[in-house]
């Protein structure tokens, strides 16, 4: 090779190497090499994924009279010279198209593009031929071993770019795919670890409210308390509310899968109607319990969400209202009032304090929010037995979890402000536009 020819292949190596794409590095190979060869016109072609047809990914000089169809090319694998040097994968080099009967189809072509005389040879992988590179001459040209060497060097050049670019692409995509692997794993762990932390939550619930049902009953005889048949069978019916209202809670604070299942499998739901049938269910068990309920006179929009876990959430939250009501001239007051984009319903009552106040403080040892250990001491002459009995200790931490399961959030007066303590409860839904 002479100096011109060792300068272009230097040039076209320092593109293989900096160039992001194989059309790059083509592009470039076929302006700097046609015209050392001499020649007027040179195309890349490529092999397609069926194995079987080549079309143009680049060219240089093409005749301005033909680019509008350049695209629409397409030669069979075997046919032609640039098909031949792909079957046979080797350097086909035709001196005069018109000279060689064989290829009498390929004249009417020549004819119209221009070209007498054509070298093509093979792009090659390691896993076989990907396409050819031809170089067409106007006149009849033999070349020399020095060119044929440089067309050999520069298909070489073209087939490495193209098989860098496929290596690095298909590395990217396992890149990717592992990348999104990763990603899956570390859901999926962080789903493990919630469910974890979700079973041990139940498990502590479960064993800390046993250990209140179980401890002697304040203000009278442990002794007595343990004999006594009635007591017992209390405390077994509470215990198994408690074990029901755990297994509901694991339910509930179970990771979903998709959060906006329940908007899509749910429906609208009239908020005075499920507030109404909550307070039915609370007035079977405590009759003697007055529950006023405060409603604006405006309409009221409806809540898209799944009814039976509503239901039981408003079910829980007015459970509490009603436990705290149970005094004399105890009363219960609910209110529903819209927001921009939301509901709030809000429980009060006169009465006693659910909850710890700051005089009663919680054990060290506890994770829950228990209910007042006076309530533990169930008289036979208690008018508000039932309710004692049908509210637990889970019933708050069960409803928080239902409440934001079903994308709101319950907002609990915990009685700072107030020495009586926590009198309040309120409940704010979202409302999603459309569903009015």
């Given at each position: 090779?002479d100096?011109?020819?060792?300068?272009?292949v230097?040039?076209?190596?320092?593109?293989?190497?900096?160039?992001?794409?194989?059309?790059?590095?083509?592009?470039?190979?076929?302006?700097?090499?046609?015209?050392?060869?001499?020649?007027?016109?040179?195309?890349?072609?490529?092999?397609?994924?069926?194995?079987?047809?080549?079309?143009?990914?680049?060219?240089?000089?093409?005749?301005?009279?033909?680019?509008?169809?350049?695209?629409?090319?397409?030669?069979?694998?075997?046919?032609?010279?640039?098909?031949?040097?792909?079957?046979?994968?080797?350097?086909?080099?035709?001196e005069?198209?018109?000279?060689d009967?064989?290829?009498?189809?390929?004249?009417?072509?020549?004819?119209?593009?221009?070209?007498?005389?054509?070298?093509a040879?093979?792009?090659?992988?390691?896993?076989?031929?990907?396409?050819?590179?031809?170089?067409?001459?106007?006149?009849?040209?033999?070349?020399?071993?020095?060119?044929?060497?440089?067309?050999?060097?520069?298909?070489?050049?073209?087939?490495?770019?193209?098989?860098?670019?496929?290596?690095?692409?298909?590395?990217?995509?396992?890149?990717?795919?592992?990348?999104?692997?990763?990603?899956?794993?570390?859901?999926?762990?962080?789903?493990?670890?919630?469910?974890?932390?979700?079973?041990?939550?139940?498990?502590?619930?479960?064993?800390?409210?046993?250990?209140?049902?179980?401890?002697?009953?304040?203000?009278?005889?442990?002794?007595?308390?343990?004999?006594?048949?009635?007591?017992?069978?209390?405390?077994?019916?509470?215990?198994?509310?408690?074990?029901?209202?755990?297994?509901?809670?694991?339910?509930?604070?179970?990771?979903?899968?998709?959060?906006?299942?329940?908007?899509?499998?749910?429906?609208?739901?009239?908020?005075?109607?499920?507030?109404?049938?909550?307070?039915?269910?609370?007035?079977?068990?405590?009759?003697?319990?007055?529950?006023?309920?405060?409603?604006?006179?405006?309409?009221?929009?409806?809540i898209?969400?799944?009814?039976?876990?509503?239901?039981?959430?408003?079910?829980?939250?007015?459970?509490?209202?009603?436990?705290?009501?149970?005094?004399?001239?105890?009363?219960?007051?609910?209110?529903?009032s819209?927001?921009?984009?939301?509901?709030?319903?809000?429980?009060?009552?006169?009465?006693r304090?659910?909850?710890?106040?700051?005089?009663?403080?919680?054990?060290?040892?506890?994770?829950?929010?228990?209910?007042?250990?006076?309530?533990?001491s169930?008289?036979?002459?208690?008018?508000?037995?039932?309710?004692?009995?049908?509210?637990?200790?889970?019933?708050?931490?069960?409803?928080?979890?239902?409440?934001?399961?079903?994308?709101?959030?319950?907002?609990?007066?915990?009685g700072?402000?107030?020495?009586?303590?926590?009198?309040?409860?309120?409940?704010?839904?979202?409302?999603?536009?459309?569903?009015?």
């Amino acid at each position: 090779m002479d100096g011109r020819d060792l300068l272009a292949v230097r040039e076209i190596a320092h593109a293989f190497l900096v160039a992001e794409h194989p059309s790059d590095v083509q592009q470039f190979a076929l302006s700097r090499v046609t015209p050392l060869l001499g020649a007027s016109f040179s195309l890349v072609m490529q092999l397609g994924a069926d194995g079987e047809l080549l079309r143009p990914v680049a060219q240089h000089e093409w005749p301005a009279a033909h680019r509008s169809w350049i695209g629409a090319l397409r030669v069979r694998v075997g046919d032609g010279p640039s098909g031949l040097a792909v079957a046979e994968r080797r350097l086909v080099e035709v001196e005069d198209l018109f000279a060689d009967p064989t290829l009498g189809g390929w004249h009417e072509v020549a004819k119209e593009l221009g070209f007498r005389s054509i070298i093509a040879a093979p792009l090659e992988v390691p896993e076989g031929p990907i396409g050819a590179v031809a170089f067409y001459f106007t006149d009849a040209t033999s070349l020399s071993d020095e060119q044929r060497s440089l067309v050999r060097l520069v298909a070489d050049q073209m087939a490495a770019a193209t098989d860098k670019a496929r290596r690095l692409d298909a590395l990217r995509r396992a890149n990717a795919a592992l990348a999104d692997a990763n990603a899956e794993l570390e859901t999926r762990a962080e789903a493990w670890r919630e469910a974890e932390d979700d079973r041990r939550e139940v498990e502590t619930l479960v064993l800390d409210a046993m250990l209140a049902l179980t401890a002697p009953v304040a203000g009278g005889e442990a002794s007595a308390a343990a004999t006594n048949a009635r007591d017992a069978m209390m405390r077994l019916t509470a215990v198994r509310s408690l074990a029901r209202v755990a297994r509901e809670y694991a339910a509930v604070t179970t990771p979903m899968a998709d959060g906006s299942a329940l908007l899509r499998d749910g429906e609208d739901i009239d908020p005075r109607v499920a507030v109404q049938a909550a307070v039915a269910s609370w007035r079977r068990v405590a009759p003697s319990i007055s529950v006023q309920m405060v409603e604006p006179p405006v309409l009221l929009p409806t809540i898209r969400t799944r009814a039976v876990l509503l239901q039981r959430a408003l079910e829980l939250v007015v459970g509490l209202g009603v436990l705290g009501a149970t005094t004399e001239r105890g009363v219960v007051r609910i209110a529903i009032s819209p927001g921009q984009d939301s509901l709030s319903l809000t429980v009060s009552w006169d009465g006693r304090p659910i909850l710890p106040t700051a005089d009663q403080p919680l054990p060290a040892s506890s994770r829950i929010l228990r209910i007042r250990d006076d309530a533990l001491s169930l008289e036979a002459h208690d008018p508000y037995l039932a309710v004692r009995q049908s509210v637990t200790a889970a019933d708050l931490p069960m409803a928080q979890a239902l409440v934001a399961r079903l994308g709101g959030d319950l907002r609990l007066d915990d009685g700072r402000d107030d020495p009586a303590g926590a009198q309040s409860i309120t409940v704010v839904f979202p409302v999603f536009s459309g569903h009015a």
